[in-house]
């Protein structure tokens, strides 16, 4: 059963334009959301985080939303560049639960930006 | 700045052979956890130390097994190595297992198993 979920495998965004990648979870038990971008050959490089106790983080071009009523977290990058191509995925963790911190990902979402 | 090192960066195996992946964290992290991304798949938790010792295990066969060293670089020994072992195997280091929540990731280590 994923509990992370990305349902969106590719998104293509013009430059310039908003990019917005959803994420949906179904464990209330989460309490840390975060982002991360993967480029080939290279491994996950964090991007933004968000707390449970807040709905929304903000950081340079990059937002990330949370709704917890509906278990779904956005994020949002705007102006979108070529240089965000890159897959992202969303990750989340119980951090309440005192042990290490396993990340559970979703299946990552591709972003094309297009010049 | 040091990043997370992993070697070796790719590693062909013939099934049955065993295969050991190395991490080396970023300076000062004591904490190392382990990933294992098979093709079209999410990156999955296998395993995770703290100050050299097991901090929690997650879908790890009993094949594998893993350790912290002193020097808090990490090793993943696979044994009797199956085909459905091929895949990206991830390491991430961070400073503290409990008051900092960003992982940095290694590049990986692509294994396949003929």
């Known amino acids: 059963d994923q509990q992370v979920k990305q349902n969106s495998p590719s998104l293509s965004v013009q430059e310039g334009r908003i990019s917005i990648l959803n994420c949906d979870y179904t464990n209330s038990m989460f309490d840390y959301f975060l982002w991360y971008k993967k480029y080939p050959a290279e491994g996950p490089t964090f991007l933004i985080s968000?707390?449970?106790?807040?709905d929304k983080n903000e950081d340079g071009r990059f937002t990330v939303f949370l709704n917890k009523s509906a278990k779904h977290l956005s994020l949002h990058i705007v102006p979108s560049q070529p240089g965000d191509s890159a897959v992202y995925f969303c990750?989340?963790?119980?951090?309440?639960?005192?042990?290490?911190?396993?990340?559970?990902f979703g299946s990552g979402t591709q972003l094309t930006v297009l010049p | 700045a040091a990043g997370v090192i992993q070697s070796p960066r790719h590693l062909i195996k013939e099934k049955r052979e065993t295969a050991t992946l190395k991490c080396y964290p970023i300076p000062r992290h004591d904490t190392v956890y382990w990933y294992q991304q098979g093709p079209g798949q999410d990156p999955q938790f296998l395993i995770s130390f703290y100050e050299k010792m097991q901090s929690d295990k997650g879908s790890i066969p009993d094949r594998f097994s893993a350790q912290q060293f002193s020097d808090y670089h990490s090793e993943l020994n696979m044994s009797s190595l199956e085909l459905g072992d091929s895949a990206l195997y991830f390491c991430?280091?961070?400073?503290?297992?409990?008051?900092?929540?960003?992982?940095?990731f290694g590049s990986g280590t692509q294994l396949s198993v003929l």
């Open positions: 990750a989340a963790i119980i951090i309440s639960s005192g042990s290490a911190r396993q990340l559970t």
């Open positions: 968000i707390s449970s106790i807040k």
């Open positions: 991430a280091s961070s400073l503290g297992s409990r008051t900092n929540e960003k992982l940095f």
